[in-house]
């Protein structure tokens, strides 16, 4: 019955916290940054032994609550002691996807521990996402590969606490040798806290999942606080302002390499400290601590679950305008005129897909159930959720417009969630003649290259890389 209270508790806690929505002009910052941040793919493996960065050291830090070991690394540290090839997976947002952000510098530290162990390493990182997509492409980008040990890194894109637990889930339900670590990345502003003893009201959340599930985690930014504190460091500047000091970024989201290597060194500390755990126990998958966590979430190939009509085609990103993206979707559904469509029938609660905006990108109508709808955001912090209305209803809109201030003379990777009850549901997307005002959108700083090429502008071009679904195909 206790144990049932602090559940409860728990739950309560983390609903009451997801439920505020007002952002504070940092927060606002922080959300163009990553979003800003999101571009194409990275290649999915890397050299643990890259030349490309230094070997960092653990260095003298020190920290009681820089680190939580729970139930640590067991099966990773056993395999790895035995000799046995090891696979190392990284899944989060543009801290891990970017190259000098910590991924590099952990992955060879952990290499220089073992030289004689064959290792693999895996980054499943997509710049501008959080846990949402992250729970939806899992299994795709990640889990196929069978890694035997994955840091999680998705503090700073949201900390949306449903979606972790989602991520959490699926990986136990896919092996539960696969041991996980949780790392907290930071943004600007939130040194303070931890220079003050504290930790961040948006880590809190996610430590609460990791203790319910008895996971080891880390806080990267402890250390680079302290410096900042002791003005040994500039959290967000450039190499004139620091005067002889650490510069962390320039942007104070992601780190340079001098700052990535901070991060990593908080890695290895806690890597040493978790080599003292001893016994190797398969844990068991409790009931969830969030009810409608994203463990039912999936990413599928769009011709493998929704049909097509005339005016779509598929088309290999190989070789195409698009080929950056090649590591994310071997091929996208193109479509170019208004009228086009898809359907999807699926069973469950939500449905969405991810796709490439641009400068020709256009907009997108929704019929749900065969009924035209509106959709409106529902002010989810660290997710994308749309929730439909009327089409009566005087707020919302009828079209998702797929172009952005961010698809300025570039291609994006970019997602959308529409929640609906749960059941069976038919969704058709269709692709509208209605053009969004993109000089507007742009505004006056970012004129230039539609004033040059406003043909390039002047188009209603849709690219579909995946389905994602929370439920099954129906």
């Excluded at 999915?44 to 960065?53: G, R």
């Excluded at 099966?75 to 801290?95: C, D, E, Q, R, Y």
């Excluded at 952005?404 to 749960?422: A, D, H, K, V």
């Excluded at 269709?430 to 969004?436: D, F, L, M, P, Y």
Aim: glycine fraction near 10%.
């Amino acid at each position: 019955m206790k144990h049932y209270f602090i559940c409860c508790s728990l739950v309560i806690g983390m609903c009451m916290s997801l439920k505020t929505t007002a952002q504070s002009k940092e927060d606002i910052e922080r959300k163009r940054l990553i979003e800003a941040s999101q571009g194409a793919a990275s290649p999915l493996y890397f050299d643990p032994a890259s030349q490309e960065v230094s070997l960092v050291i653990p260095g003298s830090f020190h920290n009681a609550a820089e680190y939580t070991i729970r139930g640590g690394l067991p099966h990773f540290f056993k395999k790895v002691n035995a000799g046995k090839p090891l696979t190392i997976g990284f899944i989060g947002g543009s801290i891990t996807q970017g190259k000098f952000c910590y991924r590099l510098q952990t992955a060879k530290y952990i290499r220089s521990l073992y030289p004689s162990v064959a290792m693999k390493a895996i980054n499943a990182g997509v710049s501008g996402t959080g846990t949402d997509l992250g729970a939806c492409r899992l299994q795709d980008q990640l889990l196929q590969y069978h890694p035997d040990l994955v840091f999680v890194e998705f503090a700073a894109n949201g900390a949306y606490t449903d979606g972790m637990e989602g991520i959490i889930r699926q990986i136990r339900k896919y092996d539960p040798a696969i041991d996980i670590c949780l790392i907290y990345t930071i943004y600007n502003g939130q040194t303070k806290i931890y220079a003050g003893g504290g930790i961040p009201e948006n880590i809190k959340g996610l430590e609460k999942v990791a203790a319910y599930y008895n996971l080891p985690s880390i806080h990267l930014g402890m250390e680079a606080s302290m410096l900042e504190k002791e003005g040994k460091l500039l959290w967000k500047g450039d190499s004139t302002e620091a005067a002889g000091s650490i510069l962390f970024s320039t942007d104070g989201a992601h780190p340079l390499q001098a700052g990535g290597n901070l991060y990593a060194a908080a890695i290895a500390r806690a890597m040493n400290g978790m080599k003292q755990v001893s016994g190797v126990v398969t844990p068991t998958i409790p009931a969830p601590l969030i009810a409608d966590n994203w463990e039912d979430a999936g990413m599928y190939p769009p011709q493998e679950v929704a049909t097509f009509s005339s005016g779509w085609n598929a088309v290999t990103t190989k070789g195409s305008p698009q080929q950056q993206f090649t590591g994310w979707f071997p091929y996208i559904m193109k479509a170019t005129q208004p009228g086009a469509y898809f359907t999807c029938r699926f069973k469950g609660t939500m449905f969405g897909f991810f796709d490439i905006g641009g400068p020709e990108a256009g907009q997108l109508e929704v019929l749900v159930d065969g009924a035209p709808v509106k959709l409106a955001e529902r002010g989810i912090t660290g997710t994308r959720q749309l929730e439909v209305l009327d089409t009566t209803a005087a707020s919302g809109s009828r079209l998702i417009n797929r172009f952005n201030s961010y698809c300025n003379n570039r291609y994006r990777g970019q997602y959308e969630f529409i929640t609906l009850p749960p059941g069976v549901h038919t969704v058709t997307i269709r692709v509208s003649a209605e053009k969004a005002d993109k000089r507007k959108i742009l505004g006056e700083k970012q004129l230039e290259d539609i004033s040059g090429h406003p043909a390039k502008y002047d188009q209603t071009v849709v690219y579909i890389g995946k389905i994602l679904l929370r439920g099954v195909p129906y």
